[in-house]
């Protein structure tokens, strides 16, 4: 074999090496799509949420009645979080706070006598379609204080879908920080006036501050801490509510999203419309779903120590409120990563 041949042999193995790691690498990013919400899924631990619960939802927090100076500390709480994870605000630098005026709360309620208040706002921009929207929401408020000086501190309701949502949008920024940002928007909503009768949900779907028109879908937490009494035996699982209401495909997507990376056991009970409870008219979802927005009410049903002062962080079952919020953040992942914006082919009835 002569030198000039010999070359040759080089270059072409050389060239096939190349390709080859192109092949190669394209073949693992195409693998690695698959696994990469997973990765930052395991970012939300039972751990973190605990600690971030047993300071929401403590007593320094005095119940957190909207308007309250304990709801005060609270909404402090969560701007400072977003503010310590780089996560921005929607409205200004540094302004995570949408006002809801006392006068827009009090001509709603009976007892009208509630002061201002303030939904909390945060969110993710999306690389590739930045106008539409997903909004992960929780009520931050709880009912305060009794006449006996008893603190109802609300660590189920809502404390542990609060600091999901905390969780989730900490791994939505990790994501991002590594260029796997998700391609829509998402917005964490922490709405008061919830307990009040959802008066922080109504106030954003009248004044929102992405359009009504771009909101894709709300995913609404409200209790995900807990364990009912009819899954004392089997605690991995969770009701949902409304998720076939307004679109078959959103359905669909939390169906399969669960499937394939959490396996818990999901209830649908609670979403009959004949359901006496009615749970899916009683949480801040509705106002979306009033809108004809898709909505998932993700809730553990009641237990003893619903709007009892025992509702406190020690009773939390953190396992699977970790399991619980990994569900909800695949879901997210889902709807914000996937080609086309799903689809409401159902109107709301009411
Ligand atoms: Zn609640």
Avoid at 178 to 197: M, W
């Amino acid at each position: 074999m002569n030198h000039k041949v010999l070359q040759i042999f080089y270059q072409i193995k050389k060239l096939t090496y190349i390709v080859s790691i192109i092949l190669f690498s394209n073949c693992s990013i195409s693998q690695n799509t698959k696994e990469v919400s997973t990765k930052y899924a395991s970012t939300i631990t039972a751990k973190e949420l605990s600690d971030h619960l047993y300071i929401y939802a403590s007593d320094e927090f005095e119940g957190r009645d909207t308007g309250e100076p304990g709801q005060k500390k609270a909404v402090d709480y969560l701007k400072n979080f977003y503010i310590s994870q780089g996560i921005e605000s929607p409205i200004n630098e540094n302004d995570y706070f949408q006002k809801v005026p006392a006068s827009y709360m009090n001509t709603l309620i009976r007892s009208g006598a509630l002061k201002d208040s303030e939904n909390v706002v945060a969110y993710i921009k999306g690389s590739e379609k930045p106008e539409e929207i997903i909004i992960v929401s929780a009520h931050l408020d709880h009912v305060g204080v009794n006449e006996e000086g008893e603190i109802f501190n609300g660590a189920d309701d809502d404390g542990s879908g609060t600091v999901a949502i905390l969780e989730i949008a900490e791994a939505f920024k990790k994501a991002q920080m590594e260029s796997n940002g998700p391609k829509r928007s998402i917005l964490f909503l922490h709405v008061t006036g919830e307990e009040k009768g959802l008066l922080g949900s109504r106030y954003y779907t009248e004044n929102p501050i992405f359009p009504i028109a771009n909101t894709i879908a709300n995913l609404n937490i409200d209790m995900i801490g807990r364990i009912d009494e009819y899954h004392k035996e089997n605690p991995k699982y969770i009701y949902l509510i409304g998720s076939d209401k307004l679109s078959t495909e959103l359905h669909t997507i939390s169906e399969e999203m669960n499937k394939k990376h959490m396996n818990i056991e999901l209830d649908y009970k609670y979403n009959d419309d004949n359901d006496p409870n009615r749970f899916y008219y009683r949480s801040d979802h509705y106002n979306f779903a009033k809108n004809n927005i898709p909505v998932i009410f993700y809730f553990n049903g009641t237990h003893e120590d619903y709007h009892r002062p025992t509702d406190v962080p020690e009773k939390i079952n953190y396992e699977q409120l970790e399991n619980r919020a990994r569900l909800i953040f695949h879901t997210a992942w889902e709807l914000a990563n996937r080609k086309d914006r799903i689809i409401a082919d159902k109107v709301e009835k009411n």
